[in-house]
């Protein structure tokens, strides 16, 4: 892992846990496979616990960690660094992907309904006229009373999105091709397809995955069904947008948008996305951050005390899984 990324993921607390339940031969991380200390650590290692920055594990490191059997993963995805020769190995993985959601659903929620309330256009606007306004005429469809909720992708956000949103008077849709009936009725929403959603939503949030079958799978067309007004939320990747008619969009002034992702990570420091008055633009924000990290740590200890207790992992990732998540 990179320990400028992680280094509030492990407090002394946890590192404390993690030392009783196992023996850890460096506290220390390491940064490479290739440095020396990790053809010393990696032939006595059983449990690999791996964060932000990881390397690839691929055959030279299994080769290198004999007795390798599981790698905790105290961040998010393991698409970085998981490898189909872990999957061939039998390798036990898990991540702390459930933690990771908790503060990005917390930002869609605050996102959703600052979006409604046209709080963002109206602390700019305010402060140029800085006087009196009757604000629902000037911003029509002002307020979070009654709208429809559209999400895109029941994924661990997705989900934890639509809990946090039951106690408001909203309409939720949800569009996910592996989302049956059923379960959305466990949810409390409505399935409908991703043409539908965008044409009746208020606010459409994003919570699919990056993958080849997502790439720009909001398209210019779907884009063009959202109604005058609407708001789309950006917490999952700008891979899943189509970046230049989102821009045409915003730029007309027809829906607003708060976006935390985009693609490239960094824009141009020309795109217009950085001043207008109906985008809400923040950089890659959503997810754990500063003293929310921690829970990615615990999490990954979690994880481990089970495995020392003999028990399965509570987020254990296959295979298989992987065409599902981010």
Not at 7 to 12: D, K, L, Q, T
Not at 199 to 218: F, G, K, N, Q
Request: glycine residues 6%; hydrophobic residues 45%; proline residues 6%.
């Amino acid at each position: 892992m990179v320990p400028l990324l992680t280094a509030e993921v492990f407090s002394a607390e946890t590192t404390a846990r993690l030392q009783k339940v196992a023996d850890v031969p460096d506290l220390e991380p390491l940064t490479t496979f290739e440095e020396p200390r990790a053809h010393v650590l990696l032939p006595k290692t059983e449990i690999l616990l791996t964060g932000w920055g990881c390397s690839p594990v691929d055959s030279k490191v299994l080769d290198l960690a004999a007795n390798l059997r599981a790698i905790v993963h105290a961040a998010g995805t393991v698409k970085q660094h998981i490898t189909e020769a872990c999957w061939d190995k039998g390798i036990l993985v898990t991540s702390a992907a459930a933690a990771n959601a908790l503060p990005v659903a917390e930002y869609t929620l605050a996102a959703i309904l600052f979006a409604n309330k046209r709080a963002f256009p109206i602390q700019r606007r305010y402060a140029e006229v800085r006087e009196f306004r009757w604000w629902p005429m000037e911003f029509p469809g002002l307020g979070n009373y009654a709208k429809v909720i559209g999400i895109v992708g029941a994924s661990f956000v997705g989900r934890r999105v639509i809990e946090l949103l039951q106690p408001f008077d909203f309409d939720i849709v949800v569009y996910d091709p592996f989302l049956d009936e059923n379960d959305a009725r466990k949810l409390g929403v409505r399935k409908v397809e991703l043409p539908e959603l965008m044409r009746i939503s208020d606010v459409v949030s994003l919570h699919a995955p990056a993958l080849p079958e997502t790439h720009e799978m909001i398209s210019r067309e779907m884009l063009s069904l959202m109604k005058s007004g609407a708001t789309i939320i950006n917490t999952a990747r700008g891979w899943i947008v189509d970046g230049s008619a989102l821009t045409e969009e915003v730029v007309s002034g027809r829906i607003y948008a708060v976006i935390d992702t985009t693609e490239p990570e960094i824009l141009p420091g020309d795109s217009p996305l950085y001043d207008l008055p109906n985008v809400f633009l923040t950089p890659h924000i959503a997810g754990a951050m500063g003293s929310e990290t921690q829970r990615l740590g615990e999490m990954a200890v979690d994880e481990i005390e089970r495995y020392a207790r003999g028990e399965a992992f509570r987020y254990a990732i296959r295979r298989e899984d992987l065409g599902r998540l981010a």
